[in-house]
């Protein structure tokens, strides 16, 4: 993949993942003037997830990475826009969501049931629910450390 292919196929990846974050932000009544800072926020996180995961680094790690750069982000510009963080920060993370994983665990699950016992159908549930498992683990947890980080309470000498 040569460098024009990525640069477009990280703009397109940016401008889908905007998309479900301002839907998102719709949903949780997030201040008219916070709109595009969600969408913004939220392209910018799935973008950067893509750009690791195209690196080389996997989707655990680079939700992580990617989550924390969304809490970050999302810590400043409360800051300069006087808004809670999570205005920000919680429709940004929601298109990083492992939709697929989960769906196909799912689906592994109700095979099983409806066929009967079968190995293969066995590692699938439990490989996909592992792993969006992690993934939401990941982004949980990325989401939360900046503000912890941040926010800290140190205590006086």
Known sequence: MGIIDFLLALVQDMLLAAVPSLGFALVFNVPQRALPYCALLGAIGHGSRMAMMTAGVNIEWSSFVAAML????????????????????????????????????????????????????????????????????????????????????????
């Open 70 to 157: 969304v809490g970050m982000t999302g810590i400043q510009w409360s800051r300069w826009y006087l808004a809670h963080p999570k205005v920000f920060t919680v429709a940004a993370v929601i298109p990083m969501f492992p939709g697929i994983s989960a769906y196909t665990a799912m689906i592994s699950a109700v095979k099983m049931s409806h066929f009967g016992y079968s190995e293969a159908l066995l590692i699938q549930l439990v490989t996909n629910f592992l792993k969006a498992s992690f993934i939401v683990g990941a982004l949980s947890i990325g989401l939360s450390l900046p503000g912890l980080w941040l926010y800290r309470k140190r205590p006086r000498v």
